[in-house]
Protein backbone atom coordinates (compact mmCIF):
# COMPACT_ATOMS: atom_id res chain seq x y z
CA UNK A 1 0.00 0.00 0.00
CA UNK A 2 3.00 2.57 0.52
CA UNK A 3 4.26 1.74 -2.35
CA UNK A 4 1.25 2.78 -4.47
CA UNK A 5 1.23 6.01 -2.47
CA UNK A 6 5.03 6.61 -2.74
CA UNK A 7 4.39 5.86 -7.02
CA UNK A 8 1.62 8.29 -7.07
CA UNK A 9 3.27 10.98 -5.13
CA UNK A 10 6.58 10.44 -7.43
CA UNK A 11 4.16 10.59 -10.73
CA UNK A 12 2.72 14.06 -8.99
CA UNK A 13 6.23 15.03 -8.37
CA UNK A 14 7.02 14.53 -11.71
CA UNK A 15 3.75 16.30 -13.73
CA UNK A 16 4.76 18.78 -11.77
CA UNK A 17 7.91 19.74 -12.15
CA UNK A 18 7.58 19.23 -15.91
CA UNK A 19 4.23 22.19 -15.65
CA UNK A 20 5.97 24.62 -13.15
CA UNK A 21 8.48 26.21 -15.42
CA UNK A 22 5.63 26.98 -17.80
CA UNK A 23 3.51 28.24 -15.74
CA UNK A 24 5.58 30.53 -14.42
CA UNK A 25 7.29 31.99 -17.94
CA UNK A 26 5.64 34.85 -19.73
CA UNK A 27 3.95 33.71 -22.63
CA UNK A 28 4.85 34.99 -25.79
CA UNK A 29 1.15 36.65 -25.58
CA UNK A 30 2.27 38.44 -22.48
CA UNK A 31 4.92 39.88 -23.89
CA UNK A 32 3.82 41.07 -27.05
CA UNK A 33 0.89 43.29 -25.12
CA UNK A 34 3.48 44.13 -22.78
CA UNK A 35 5.56 45.93 -26.16
CA UNK A 36 2.78 46.94 -27.69
CA UNK A 37 3.11 50.90 -28.23
CA UNK A 38 -0.22 51.26 -27.67
CA UNK A 39 -0.48 49.60 -23.99
CA UNK A 40 0.94 53.05 -22.49
CA UNK A 41 -1.83 55.46 -23.55
CA UNK A 42 -2.51 58.00 -21.08
CA UNK A 43 -5.52 59.25 -20.16
CA UNK A 44 -5.83 62.55 -22.26
CA UNK A 45 -4.31 60.08 -25.17
CA UNK A 46 -7.27 57.68 -24.74
CA UNK A 47 -9.56 60.49 -24.42
CA UNK A 48 -8.20 62.49 -27.59
CA UNK A 49 -9.23 59.02 -29.31
CA UNK A 50 -12.97 59.18 -27.51
CA UNK A 51 -13.31 62.75 -28.82
CA UNK A 52 -12.03 61.88 -33.04
CA UNK A 53 -14.98 58.77 -32.38
CA UNK A 54 -17.71 60.73 -31.25
CA UNK A 55 -16.92 64.05 -33.44
CA UNK A 56 -16.92 61.09 -36.25
CA UNK A 57 -19.95 59.28 -34.78
CA UNK A 58 -21.88 62.36 -32.47
CA UNK A 59 -25.28 61.16 -30.73
CA UNK A 60 -28.03 62.49 -32.04
CA UNK A 61 -31.41 60.67 -31.99
CA UNK A 62 -29.08 57.18 -31.73
CA UNK A 63 -26.52 56.57 -30.00
CA UNK A 64 -22.98 57.84 -30.56
CA UNK A 65 -19.56 56.56 -30.40
CA UNK A 66 -18.84 56.36 -26.73
CA UNK A 67 -22.68 55.40 -26.17
CA UNK A 68 -21.65 52.07 -27.92
CA UNK A 69 -17.99 52.02 -27.00
CA UNK A 70 -16.44 52.47 -29.57
CA UNK A 71 -13.13 54.23 -28.41
CA UNK A 72 -12.70 51.17 -26.50
CA UNK A 73 -13.02 49.06 -29.52
CA UNK A 74 -10.83 51.23 -31.54
CA UNK A 75 -8.32 50.33 -28.62
CA UNK A 76 -8.42 47.10 -28.41
CA UNK A 77 -8.58 46.03 -32.07
CA UNK A 78 -5.13 48.44 -32.38
CA UNK A 79 -3.46 47.05 -29.59
CA UNK A 80 -4.69 43.09 -30.43
CA UNK A 81 -5.13 43.43 -34.44
CA UNK A 82 -2.65 45.74 -35.94
CA UNK A 83 0.81 45.54 -36.82
CA UNK A 84 3.09 47.55 -34.86
CA UNK A 85 4.19 49.58 -37.73
CA UNK A 86 0.54 50.95 -37.90
CA UNK A 87 0.43 51.38 -34.10
CA UNK A 88 3.19 53.69 -34.55
CA UNK A 89 1.76 55.53 -36.88
CA UNK A 90 -1.43 55.91 -35.09
CA UNK A 91 0.52 57.04 -32.13
CA UNK A 92 2.11 59.58 -34.30
CA UNK A 93 -0.72 60.81 -35.92
CA UNK A 94 -2.31 61.02 -32.78
CA UNK A 95 0.12 63.67 -31.28
CA UNK A 96 0.00 65.91 -34.52
CA UNK A 97 -3.91 66.11 -34.46
CA UNK A 98 -3.45 68.89 -31.54
CA UNK A 99 -0.98 70.58 -33.67
CA UNK A 100 -3.08 70.28 -36.96
CA UNK A 101 -6.27 71.81 -34.70
CA UNK A 102 -3.85 74.14 -32.98
CA UNK A 103 -2.57 75.25 -36.59
CA UNK A 104 -6.21 75.27 -38.00
CA UNK A 105 -8.58 76.56 -35.52
CA UNK A 106 -6.03 77.97 -32.72
CA UNK A 107 -7.05 75.59 -30.18
CA UNK A 108 -6.38 72.09 -29.22
CA UNK A 109 -8.49 69.41 -31.13
CA UNK A 110 -10.50 69.16 -27.39
CA UNK A 111 -11.07 72.19 -26.75
CA UNK A 112 -12.86 72.97 -29.84
CA UNK A 113 -16.76 72.64 -30.38
CA UNK A 114 -18.16 69.83 -32.43
CA UNK A 115 -18.27 71.73 -35.89
CA UNK A 116 -14.70 72.60 -36.07
CA UNK A 117 -13.62 69.19 -35.25
CA UNK A 118 -15.66 67.76 -37.69
CA UNK A 119 -14.46 70.26 -40.03
CA UNK A 120 -10.97 69.56 -39.54
CA UNK A 121 -11.65 65.90 -39.72
CA UNK A 122 -13.75 66.63 -43.08
CA UNK A 123 -10.49 68.14 -44.46
CA UNK A 124 -8.05 65.52 -43.52
CA UNK A 125 -10.87 63.25 -45.35
CA UNK A 126 -10.84 65.04 -48.32
CA UNK A 127 -7.29 66.43 -48.60
CA UNK A 128 -5.17 64.13 -46.99
CA UNK A 129 -2.27 65.23 -48.44
CA UNK A 130 -2.11 68.33 -46.93
CA UNK A 131 -1.68 66.72 -44.00
CA UNK A 132 1.92 64.30 -42.71
CA UNK A 133 1.26 61.03 -43.69
CA UNK A 134 1.26 59.72 -40.31
CA UNK A 135 -2.07 62.33 -39.45
CA UNK A 136 -3.61 60.68 -42.70
CA UNK A 137 -2.67 57.39 -41.22
CA UNK A 138 -4.21 57.77 -37.82
CA UNK A 139 -7.20 59.39 -39.38
CA UNK A 140 -7.60 56.48 -41.84
CA UNK A 141 -7.45 53.75 -38.80
CA UNK A 142 -9.32 55.45 -36.58
CA UNK A 143 -12.26 56.37 -39.34
CA UNK A 144 -11.87 52.15 -40.25
CA UNK A 145 -11.71 50.92 -36.90
CA UNK A 146 -15.20 53.38 -35.88
CA UNK A 147 -17.06 52.38 -38.63
CA UNK A 148 -16.26 48.78 -38.21
CA UNK A 149 -17.22 48.92 -34.48
CA UNK A 150 -20.77 50.31 -35.24
CA UNK A 151 -21.54 47.84 -37.81
CA UNK A 152 -20.65 45.50 -35.65
CA UNK A 153 -22.48 46.64 -32.61
CA UNK A 154 -25.24 45.24 -30.98
CA UNK A 155 -27.40 47.90 -31.40
CA UNK A 156 -27.04 48.30 -35.32
CA UNK A 157 -27.50 44.70 -35.66
CA UNK A 158 -30.42 45.09 -33.64
CA UNK A 159 -31.97 48.01 -34.46
CA UNK A 160 -30.73 49.37 -37.96
CA UNK A 161 -30.82 46.56 -39.67
CA UNK A 162 -32.80 43.93 -38.39
CA UNK A 163 -31.77 40.07 -39.03
CA UNK A 164 -34.14 37.72 -40.68
CA UNK A 165 -34.35 33.94 -41.11
CA UNK A 166 -32.84 32.46 -44.13
CA UNK A 167 -36.15 32.20 -45.73
CA UNK A 168 -37.06 35.63 -45.18
CA UNK A 169 -41.05 37.02 -45.31
CA UNK A 170 -43.28 36.12 -47.27
CA UNK A 171 -43.64 38.85 -50.47
CA UNK A 172 -46.99 38.10 -52.09
CA UNK A 173 -46.31 40.81 -54.09
CA UNK A 174 -43.95 38.82 -56.30
CA UNK A 175 -44.85 37.23 -59.65
CA UNK A 176 -44.87 33.77 -59.91
CA UNK A 177 -46.18 32.01 -63.21
CA UNK A 178 -48.95 29.60 -63.33
CA UNK A 179 -48.97 25.87 -62.76
CA UNK A 180 -51.06 23.91 -64.43
CA UNK A 181 -51.97 21.62 -61.20
CA UNK A 182 -53.84 19.18 -63.28
CA UNK A 183 -50.96 18.51 -65.38
CA UNK A 184 -47.42 18.87 -63.75
CA UNK A 185 -45.37 17.63 -65.90
CA UNK A 186 -47.01 21.05 -68.74
CA UNK A 187 -44.08 22.48 -70.04
CA UNK A 188 -41.48 20.05 -69.06
CA UNK A 189 -40.04 17.76 -72.32
Known amino acids: MKRRTVVKNLVLLAGAAAVLPSCLSET ?9 PTAALTASQRQLV ?14 GAQDLGLPLYVLKMLHD ?33 LPQRAALLQRLDQQPTDFSDELSGFYRIVRQLTIDGYTNSKYFMTKEVVYELVPGRYNAHYPVSKVDLANPRHGQS
Open 28 to 36: NDQKQASQS
Open 50 to 63: ADVCETLLPRTDTP
Open 81 to 113: CTPAKEQQLFLAGLEQLDAAARQQQGHSFATST
